[in-house]
């Protein structure tokens, strides 16, 4: 007997259960060592378990254990025994703990992920659901769990897309451990489209290896509508801009011309001149007004490109000085200019640093006084080249001067509004600048102290070949013949009497198919022609014209209100050589013309 005995503790003691013998009032009568060390009690035997067991039967159940270093879980089995005559039962102690510590922790994940608004999911290898929280179901249109763990998670997604998340975006979500994509999930009932940020990341296990998939994601829904919205806002109001800017030069153009054509008559009376002259300079003021504001809505989309070319910007700031003078003098204005007698060699658009400087001494001259003083200052400074436009006008306040390149920001102004502008030519100066490369400052000692505009630009070392770009004057006797096309007969007959006194031989059409008649007639050189036409417009009208025989050897010059780099694209696709936006500049369709045709034999 002691022998059998002997041979049951060595069996029991190696075993990781804990085996008990406890008699009918709990007095433990046998103990192995697992059983020791799972109630952290040695030695056990002859001490008073409270357990319960069953008196009547087997009984399976979890039970708390109570050790010096805390609660512990068990898994007990127990059954009647009679142990050396006495009746008692055998109880089996097997430990849970980590078990039910991970159970209580999936209980509080689940209670957390019910109670969250996001969807939350979870998957296996096989992309099997097999846990979706309350809000996941209700936002994808489930009713209940059941229905969603016998949906495969390609399912959630529309036919479209499912090949990519099957075979693009859970593959990489496999190599990185994690991806999130923006992509739409589609209501099992309603079929509708419903966006969510899609955040996956792999459950592995102890050892490492992905087991299945989870995923917290967000409905963006709303947030998708309102970038919608705004884009459509946005695109709307370029549309807007665009139209707006094609009205106002469209009238712009004539006004132009005949200023330009009073101007080549060379009227007698002095006041007519004047007049001449203000409706010039007025001229250009509203068109530098549509320019800039086209402008800011190109750069604060990121549309604006700069044609850059290496070029001296003494030369360019020398031409600009030129143009400020129109708008200096009749205020009866000192503008004190000291310029390098060398060249300073930068890499820039002409165009745009012309804009800049022209931005600077127009807000100089607007904002000081009759007979003020404007001062623009040129100098190298290392590797940059300064340009300082400085004025004795109303100066900036403290207040004002943080937020002074700011869109539409602008100083008190008077009722009035005597000095003009819509605040937005510093932003355009800024922006311009920095797309050089450069940087532009303010400063100023107070209101009323006037104000200093600096600007530092990149120049380019040693000696580099420079763009000549030249304004011939026209010539008087031209042979060339040109065809303007438009529909408007001041913009028509304006711009034909302005090339004609410029030496021009011109011929008018008011619509696309008069102007092929007369390509066959008149055979001309140059067709100036307007886009926005009533029937055909202007790019169907281009592409007629190069089908025709000899169409191909015309120039061919769109004249419109349209200026969009979309507009320039569309008209180089139907075939236009250049595209010039209205009001009509002379010189520059001048150039173009005796550029073309300057080794035509006279």
Not at 258 to 269: G, Y
Not at 289 to 307: E, N, P, Q, T
Request: hydrophobic share 40%; proline share 5%; with cysteine.
């Amino acid at each position: 007997m002691v022998t059998h005995r002997y041979k049951l503790d060595l069996i029991l003691d190696t075993i990781t259960d804990g085996v008990l013998v406890v008699d009918s009032q709990g007095v433990v009568l046998y103990a192995n060592r697992a059983a020791e060390k799972l109630l952290a009690r040695s030695p056990i035997v002859g001490q008073l378990l409270a357990i319960p067991v069953n008196p009547d039967k087997n009984s399976y159940q979890d039970i708390n254990l109570i050790r010096p270093d805390g609660l512990a879980w068990a898994e007990m089995r127990s059954a009647p025994l009679n142990w050396d005559g006495q009746p008692g039962y055998v109880i089996a102690l097997r430990d849970i703990t980590e078990r039910k510590h991970i159970e209580l922790e999936r209980q509080k994940f689940v209670s957390l992920a019910d109670n969250s608004m996001e969807f939350i999911g979870m998957a296996d290898m096989n992309f099997i659901p097999f846990y979706i929280n309350e809000a996941g179901m209700r936002l994808v249109g489930l009713d209940s769990l059941e229905q969603g763990v016998r949906t495969p998670v390609r399912e959630f997604f529309f036919p479209e897309d499912q090949r990519f998340i099957v075979e693009e975006f859970f593959p990489r979500v496999v190599r990185e451990g994690h991806a999130d994509v923006e992509i739409r999930f589609r209501h099992f009932k309603s079929g509708d489209a419903i966006w969510i940020h899609y955040n996956v990341f792999t459950i592995k296990d102890s050892t490492g290896e992905p087991i299945g998939f989870a995923t917290v994601s967000r409905n963006i829904s709303v947030s998708k509508q309102v970038k919608a919205a705004l884009h459509e806002a946005s695109q709307r109001k370029d549309e807007f801009l665009a139209m707006l800017a094609h009205e106002l030069r469209n009238p712009l153009t004539p006004i132009n011309n005949a200023a330009h054509i009073l101007d080549r008559l060379k009227l007698e009376d002095p006041r007519l001149g004047w007049a001449t002259e203000v409706i010039k300079r007025q001229v250009k003021h509203l068109t530098h007004l549509v320019d800039d504001l086209l402008d800011v809505s190109r750069i604060a989309r990121g549309k604006i490109s700069l044609k850059k070319e290496r070029l001296d910007l003494v030369e360019v700031i020398k031409a600009v000085l030129e143009t400020a003078r129109g708008f200096i003098l009749p205020k009866r204005q000192s503008l004190d200019v000291r310029l390098p007698e060398q060249p300073i060699r930068v890499e820039g658009d002409p165009v745009r640093l012309s804009q800049v400087l022209l931005n600077l001494l127009d807000n100089a001259s607007k904002y000081s006084p009759e007979k003020g003083r404007i001062e623009v200052n040129v100098q190298l400074l290392g590797a940059e080249v300064e340009i300082r436009v400085q004025d004795n006008g109303t100066g900036i306040s403290p207040e004002l001067l943080p937020t002074i390149f700011d869109l539409f920001q602008q100083g008190t102004r008077t009722l009035d509004r005597s000095q003009g502008g819509l605040g937005i030519g510093l932003t355009l100066v800024k922006q311009l600048v920095e797309l050089h490369g450069g940087q532009v400052t303010a400063s100023s000692p107070g209101a009323g102290l006037g104000s200093i505009f600096s600007i530092r630009l990149p120049t380019l070392a040693g000696t580099v070949p420079l763009s000549v770009s030249e304004t011939p004057k026209p010539s008087l006797d031209t042979g060339i013949r040109v065809l303007v096309v438009d529909d408007d007969p001041d913009v028509r007959e304006s711009t034909a009497l302005l090339l004609g006194l410029n030496g021009y031989e011109v011929r008018t059409a008011d619509s696309g198919e008069r102007a092929i008649t007369l390509i066959d007639t008149f055979r001309p050189d140059v067709v100036l022609l307007d886009i926005g036409m009533p029937g055909e417009n202007g790019y169907q009208v281009a592409q007629r014209i190069r089908r025709l025989a000899g169409g191909g050897d015309l120039l061919l010059i769109a004249l419109s209100g349209y200026g969009r780099t979309e507009d320039l694209a569309r008209s180089r696709e139907a075939g236009f050589d250049h595209h010039l936006v209205k009001p009509l500049n002379l010189n520059v369709l001048c150039n173009l013309m005796e550029t073309e045709f300057a080794d035509r034999p006279s």
